[in-house]
């Protein structure tokens, strides 16, 4: 039986992986060969896991892997936050059964500042009907400052924030609905925003869920 292909990829940025500020923007090409599929990646700073976004166009890329959409659509961007402490950052892609890790290296967070902590853990998503159980059970005869109080407490311990990357000086915009991703339960959803191009002219905007799927939006 022949081995699987080892998938092909580049790191972009950053040039180093001694980070001097807790947000850094991970970029490059990954394609994950002729005959394999890659739905998503994600970013692994020791086990805090960060999703960014794949399927950027990478013209440089196209003619080099044969031509073809998968070959055109190998950008991604992850923005990843790392504090003082944390030992290495590993990058993974779905193959539609499960992750994969393809890249590792070690940090050096020496040159962060002190103010650069480690992120709250996040509940598995499994949790969310157990939260609104709890906010009920404790909280329901509560008064209205204390319900949203707590509410605000427990939703940021199941939600993540929109993963919005920052694209060079080029373009500005920014996700106003979902304001925080979750596992979806249906098979749409609305997704508002606003972008506008430094010098430059937009004039379509598409959402893909995957490499070859693709819904133009309304802009």
Not at 105 to 134: E, G, I, N, W, Y
Not at 149 to 154: I, L, M, S, V
Not at 182 to 209: M, P
């Amino acid at each position: 039986m022949t081995a699987p292909v080892a998938p092909l990829f580049h790191i972009d940025s950053p040039a180093t992986w001694r980070p001097e500020v807790a947000g850094i923007e991970v970029t490059g090409w990954f394609y994950p060969g002729e005959n394999a599929v890659c739905v998503d990646l994600r970013a692994r700073v020791d086990r805090r896991v960060f999703l960014g976004i794949y399927g950027l166009d990478r013209p440089d890329t196209q003619a080099t892997l044969g031509g073809g959409i998968p070959a055109l659509r190998t950008g991604f961007a992850q923005r990843v936050q790392v504090w003082r402490g944390a030992r290495e950052l590993a990058l993974d892609y779905h193959d539609g059964r499960e992750w994969r890790e393809f890249f590792r290296t070690p940090l050096d967070t020496s040159a962060l500042p002190k103010s650069a902590r480690k992120p709250p853990r996040l509940l598995r998503a499994a949790l969310v009907f157990q939260t609104l159980a709890h906010l009920y059970r404790h909280f329901h005869r509560a008064p209205w400052r204390v319900l949203c109080r707590e509410t605000d407490a427990t939703l940021n311990e199941v939600l993540m924030p929109t993963s919005d990357v920052i694209i060079g000086e080029q373009f500005l915009g920014f996700i106003e609905n979902p304001g925080f991703w979750i596992n979806s339960g249906y098979g749409k959803f609305r997704l508002t925003g606003w972008i506008f191009g430094v010098h430059r002219e937009l004039r379509q905007l598409s959402a893909t869920t995957g490499v070859l799927t693709e819904n133009r939006l309304v802009y």
